[in-house]
């Protein structure tokens, strides 16, 4: 009876196992890293396709599109802010604010989501709200009142704290609501960022690669902590529809969201289109014309020197 029973166990390891048996809420599957996405029709929020999001993971950089809501809701983005010396502790990405300094509002709104900027959105919360926590308790109450009940925010850039958290189906949730504010729409949609800081202007490009190599995307926002891993969340449209694509946990959000995409769309962008959209970033200095001392002695003749303004580029590092 024994032996009988050793062949038919040596029998049921030979047999083939069910696919679905691995394609757990856990574990990736059909060449998708994210532990959870959501591809969701705008107007009825019917579910495309998705895996495990109702899952919460941190947020990332994505969290910054509920900090755009609760400041274009706040503010008329005409207001003066001057941030604290918290700015110098906020890690990159950054505008550089410098504490003290006067920055009009909506500089800052569109430096939180055009250049992911840490200290824009950290200054934009303390202002509002007086300080980060309590920022964060309104854009928790707003989540709340949009329907995102499995979202919980602690800071208003998404930089890695515990208990901060948000779904798949939240994101696309708040996205879509972010959609309808006409403001929101301009600054989403915006390639390029031109922030003027003293004598320079920094133009900064929008991370959403998918606004400079496919004509079917409206915007989005992008995000990445080690701990996070890639986020991103964005909408497209199609037959004069508009789709959410909400992406957490994945190591690859490009090649996940056109892998995801293709259930929609037949030509997408290549892996090398989507490495030419790469964001990157140009300094422009200007300097103006120099005065020459008069030397003693001399005939008060001396002409000016004329120095042309200099245009200086390069690509500051940064981590996203």
């Known amino acids: ?45 019917e579910i495309i396709s998705g895996r495990d999001y109702h899952r919460p993971l941190p947020p990332a950089s994505t969290t910054k599109v509920m900090t755009t809501i609760v400041a274009l809701e706040t503010l008329t983005g005409s207001e003066t802010i001057v941030p604290d010396r918290g700015v110098l502790r906020i890690p990159r990405t950054k505008l550089n604010l410098v504490p003290g300094k ?86 989403v949609t915006t390639r390029y960022f031109l922030f003027k800081e003293g004598k320079k202007s920094i133009r ?3 991370h959403n690669r998918f606004l400079f190599c496919f004509e079917p995307a409206i915007g989005g926002k992008t995000g990445y902590t080690r701990v996070s891993r890639h986020s991103y969340v964005g909408a497209f449209e199609k037959n004069n529809r508009t789709y959410i694509l909400a992406i957490l946990g ?53 002409q000016k020197k004329k120095i042309k303004a200099k245009k200086t580029i390069r690509k500051p590092t940064r981590t996203r």
């Open 204 to 206: 900064y490009q929008n």
């Open 250 to 302: 994945s190591e690859d959000k490009w090649g996940d969201a056109v892998e995801i995409l293709r259930v929609l769309y037949d030509r997408l962008p290549s892996d090398r289109e989507m490495r030419l959209a790469k964001a990157s970033s140009i300094v422009l200095s200007s300097y103006k014309e120099k005065k020459i001392r008069k030397i003693k002695n001399k005939p008060q003749t001396t």
């Open 1 to 45: 009876m024994a032996y009988l029973f050793s062949i038919l166990i040596f029998f049921l390891f030979l047999l083939p196992i069910p696919v679905s048996a691995y394609n757990n809420n856990t574990t990736p599957s059909g060449g998708i890293t994210a532990l959870s996405y959501i591809l969701v029709d705008r107007d009825t929020f």
């Open 102 to 187: 006067r920055y009009r509002a909506d500089d800052l709104i569109k430096g939180a989501m055009i250049e992911s900027a840490n200290d824009a959105a950290y200054a934009l919360a303390t202002f509002i709200g007086g300080t980060e926590a309590d920022f964060a308790l309104m854009m928790n109450n707003k989540a709340r009142e949009i329907g995102a009940k499995n979202s919980n925010f602690k800071n208003a850039s998404g930089l890695y704290v515990p208990d901060q958290y948000t779904t798949c189906y939240d994101l696309a949730l708040i996205f879509r609501y972010a959609l309808s504010n006409e403001r929101f729409r301009e600054i």
